[in-house]
């Protein structure tokens, strides 16, 4: 099955909505984009003022355009409140892949597993429904908590990209990449689901 673009997806539980980002989100995520500006700091986009943050959503919304990102907001059940986004990105119908990344949350919903669920409900769609062989993750070489989180839900390290990505302040960042495959998918599930039930945290 082929990733729609088109298509206004919308991805829930009873924990977590992912739904289209788009400008009618903007007023509503200034409070979790803005409320610590080292939030996106491995990440080679900004969100620190409105701004930022308005162009990070066009950004999304030309990407949509163009068929290379499908972006989500991500709306918190528990707080009732927009809490960030999350992507799938790099997609590729003809290969069976995509990536999954772009994801950030405000500081008072981390830690509280709404990431584990947006992850959950990310990848359940990529394998069961458009049955893709395939689900990349990509992080800062620096960023030791995202590697350590990628590796709990999963993810099987592939390698570091040396030199990969240009920051904003100058940096360029080693880029490490992380899979899962399809057939992976089963284990993979259920250990998510045994974090779910736990109420254990796994953090991206």
Same mark, same amino acid.
């Given at each position: $099955? #082929? /990733? &729609? /673009?088109s298509?206004?997806l919308?991805l829930e539980n009873?924990?977590?909505k992912l ?6 989100h903007?007023e509503r995520?200034? @409070?979790?984009?803005?409320a ?7 990440? @080679? !986009?900004s969100?620190a003022? @409105?701004d930022?943050?308005?162009? *990070?959503?066009q950004n999304?919304l ?5 068929q290379?990102r499908? #972006? =989500?907001?991500i709306?918190?059940?528990? /707080?009732?409140? =927009? #809490?960030?986004s999350?992507? *799938? ?7 069976q892949?995509?990536e999954?990344g772009w994801?950030w949350?405000?500081p008072k =919903?981390?830690?509280t597993g709404?990431? &584990?669920?947006?992850?959950y409900?990310?990848l359940q769609y990529? !394998?069961? %429904?458009?049955k !893709?062989?395939?689900?990349e !993750?990509?992080?800062d070489?620096r960023?030791t908590?995202?590697? %350590? #989180?990628i590796e709990?839900?999963?993810g099987?390290? +592939?390698g570091?990209l040396?030199?990969?990505?240009? $920051?904003?302040?100058g940096f360029r960042?080693?880029?490490v ?5 399809k %057939? +992976?998918w @089963?284990?993979?599930k259920k250990?998510?689901?045994v974090r779910?039930a736990?109420?254990? $945290?796994?953090e991206v």
């Open positions: $099955m #082929a /990733f &729609i /673009f298509q206004n919308i009873e924990r977590a739904s289209l980002l788009g400008l009618s903007l995520l200034i @409070p979790a984009a803005t610590d500006k080292k939030l996106t700091r491995y990440s @080679p !986009f969100i003022t @409105p930022d943050l308005k162009h *990070f959503i999304s030309i990407d949509r355009r163009n290379v499908y #972006a =989500f907001a709306y918190d059940k528990q /707080f009732q409140e =927009f #809490a960030g999350t992507s *799938f990105g790099t997609i590729s119908n003809k290969d892949r995509l999954i994801t949350l405000g =919903f981390q830690k709404l990431n &584990i669920n947006c992850k409900l990310l990529v !394998f069961e %429904e458009l !893709f062989e395939r689900v !993750f990509r992080t070489e960023n908590k995202s590697r %350590e #989180a709990k839900i999963g099987t390290l +592939e570091i040396r030199s990969h990505t240009l $920051m904003l302040d960042r080693s880029s990449y992380y899979s899962i495959l %057939e +992976e @089963p284990e993979v250990g998510l689901e779910l736990k109420g254990k $945290m796994v």
